[in-house]
């Protein structure tokens, strides 16, 4: 569990410099190269190791903090988005900001209630 | 002694089943109007309202059954529903955030052929970034928690 976590560190520390390097150099190929690249050897070390990489613990734990998490962003995204859109006439630059939190509040309802859907289908119903 | 019982039935009606749904109605009502009218005081009411009606429903979360008697539609969560609950809101959570670094990099990375989306693409890196800090704050609580 230990290395997977060095290695996980190592990985998100490459990508986000390569990330950064590459808008800064205003290019999109070494950003979407180094996000790929660092997602393979992410899961080819998680497929090739004996290591317990999660308990049921940490999973459990992971679970609950992701539901809070959400809740709590859709709240936020919402209601800061709205306050934007409001403000249009006063601040009518954050409107764009406003309108992309606002659909961002959207796509995660949407996805998830198609989730919700699909364990709701594979746990019972 | 009368008129604390007539201050207590005053007060029982905002903690009834019909009152709040009359509220939730009328906030969402000012959230419509404030947005329309591009009136930030409407929704700053609105937002005082939301607050009010949480932690009334806050107070009595072990028992909205009882609040909303007589609606069918009130989910009690159990332990099935609570587990599909959290499973799609880590997978709902990990593909928003995910799908909003790559979009926000690529309308950066994109800002001379595109700069009229400069700001959506910094509101998702901030919003990403936003979500990472809830979710790592949740975690340090559940870990402490459990």
């Not at chain 1, 006063?90 to 309802?109: H, M, N």
Request: charged share 15%; hydrophobic share 55%.
């Amino acid at each position: 569990m230990e290395n997977y976590r060095i290695i996980r560190t190592i990985i998100a520390l490459f990508v986000g410099i390569i990330v950064a390097l590459s808008v800064i150099q205003e290019s999109i190929v070494p950003a979407i190269l180094a996000i790929v690249i660092g997602a393979m050897i992410s899961y080819i070390y998680k497929k090739k190791t004996n290591e317990t990489l999660e308990d049921e613990r940490i999973v459990k734990i992971s679970e609950k903090a992701s539901r809070i998490a959400m809740v709590l962003f859709s709240i936020s995204i919402a209601i800061i988005g709205l306050v934007f859109i409001t403000l249009r006439n006063e601040y009518p630059d954050f409107t764009q900001a406003g309108f992309t939190l606002s659909y961002s509040a959207v796509a995660l309802l949407a996805l998830y209630y198609i989730f919700y859907g699909y364990y709701n289908k594979k746990y019972g119903y | 002694m009368e008129r604390s019982g007539l201050i207590m039935k005053i007060l029982s009606v905002f903690e009834s089943g019909l009152f709040i749904k009359i509220l939730s109605v009328f906030i969402s009502g000012l959230w419509i109007a404030g947005l329309l009218l591009a009136n930030i005081y409407i929704i700053i009411i609105a937002i005082v309202l939301l607050i009010a009606l949480s932690s009334v429903l806050y107070i009595h979360r072990d028992n909205l059954e009882e609040l909303f008697q007589g609606n069918s539609n009130i989910i009690v969560e159990d332990e099935r529903t609570q587990l599909i609950n959290e499973k799609a809101a880590t997978m709902t959570l990990g593909i928003l955030i995910a799908v909003a670094i790559y979009i926000g990099i690529i309308i950066i990375a994109l800002r001379n052929n595109y700069p009229q989306f400069l700001l959506a693409g910094y509101t998702l890196l901030l919003a990403a970034l936003f979500c990472f800090i809830l979710y790592f704050a949740s975690r340090a609580y559940y870990s402490r928690k459990y």
